[in-house]
């Protein structure tokens, strides 16, 4: 495959991004979609679910059980589909029903379904409790530390997405080459050490990483906004996620 040049990097967001929004669920009765939806939540929110239950006390196993009786919960009551006419921030709608969930979930229940029924969740263990163990001694609750390892994972979930796009339009290596300038400014040097690796010039390395952080922030949005059509609503969730990124 020859070099990208600095028209391929500047291709309209239109042209770039082709597959559909996880978000989209509601209406038409599309099962591809909505299953496409459910895949994407479960893999990317169920560590917050799981933290937020191992900080409330429970043990390894039993957090496990619990995060996947949730997800299958929510998944039996179609709970994506009714998103868009929330009113309230989309996490903080789903720690109120996963707190519910919680005070009405019974130990024996979780017991008998321990090794059977539903697993919506591609859950490993061994990872979550790794993940668990380097959390920082924190005298948060565990409300506040869901919303943060919340914010954390619609950045990595819309990360995930910006790269899944990049590598289905045949930019893989431009993600690769740019994706670090996301997170922080570029020092002097590395435009001209990017636009060799890429056979362009500085200048167009500056360009396009202009481009990528328009179409990250873009997939943030769409990650906060979780169907919404109320642009003053999706506002206030950016502005949620900035404050707890920040905080």
Known sequence: MPPPTSSHLNDTPSARFQ????TLVGGGGDVTKRDAAWEHLCRSYWYPVYAFIRRRGETAEDASDLTQGFFAKLIEQDWLAQVERRDARFSTLLITILKNFLIKQHRHEVAQKRGGGDMPVPFDLAKAESWF??????????ETHFEKRWALAVMDAALHRLRQECELTGKAKVFAELSPFLSREPVPGDYETAGIALGINARSIA???HR??????????EEVAAGLRDSKLVDQEMQALAEVMMG
């Open 212 to 221: 990528l952080r328009a179409d990250y922030r873009a997939m943030v949005r």
């Open 207 to 209: 360009v396009a990483v």
């Open 19 to 22: 597959t559909t929004r996880w």
């Open 133 to 142: 163990g380097q959390e920082p001694a924190t005298q948060d609750t565990p």
